[in-house]
């Protein structure tokens, strides 16, 4: 394959995929020209690595050993670090986020908000931390840094500070999915838990936008929701995810999943029109006395087709005449 190719690198990782298919997830991670083996032990790890070898010689694959490391308890993979504790910010980029001075411009909150934004999975509800911040950024308004900015701005830094950690998750065990829904933001965070201890494996979190910021509470919920399983399909996948949100909504669409139901949008008014009309004439239930009173109920339409009329007549034992 030419180098320049827009496709190159799908078409590369296509590949791999096919040529490791048989390894991926378990103790080996291929991700275009890197490829990690991994392993609790030192008998697993030489295993590993032979698996790797087998395959890499059977498919005429070549390594550069200037490039090749072994042994090693952390390392830099995707501009992250693999160590014992999980999956690490690379302290490079903290360190480059925590030096930042306040921003003077709109340019220079730019800078910082993408700097954030990369490690944005290592933050817990930083969309709605960032909110002073991205107020900043509306066009045709005078640049404005105000106290909120600035507590929000030491917040994030002080997060980054903190060399966040996220833990990979094991097999067999479910992910919890909590949500979390503001009026200027949704966010969520995947954990799992061991040994009674809640250990956080991703978060995500979205800024809303226009009307997404009128969506009802729980609209609002079911997009966090429909967010994380977009940018968490493989844990949706491979996991039990039980969603951390309860209440009177999802216990009726619980109930509602054994009906094939499809939702559609709302058609003719003349259908809406209808079922409006129903509900207002509906009767309502009259309280009957005790000195015999009756009630006659008279009503009717007419048009270019026709006519007709309607008489309902209630006494003290309830409807004789309809």
Known sequence: MPFGLKNAGATYQLLMDKIFGGILGENVEVYVDDTVAKSQGTGEHCKALGRVFCIQREHRLRLNPNKCSFGVRAGKFLGFMLTERGIEANPEKCQEITNVRSPRSVKEVQQFMGKVTALARFISKVAEMSTPLFATL??????????????????????????????????????????????????????????????????????LQGPEKRYQKIEKASLAVVMASRHLRPYFQNFSIIPNLAGRMVAWSIQLLEFDISFERRGHVKAQVLADFINELTLEDRPTGNNGEWYLSVDGSTNQVGSGAGVILEGPEGVLIE
Request: net charge neutral.
């Open 138 to 207: 509306k066009k045709g308004g005078r640049f404005m840094w105000t106290d909120e900015c600035e507590e929000a701005f030491l917040r994030l830094k002080a997060m980054m500070a903190a060399s966040p950690v996220l833990t990979r998750p094991k097999p067999g065990m479910p992910l919890c999915l909590y949500i979390s829904v503001s009026d200027t933001a949704i966010s969520s965070t995947l954990i799992q838990e061991e040994d009674g201890e809640q250990r956080p494996v991703y978060f995500t979190n979205k800024v």
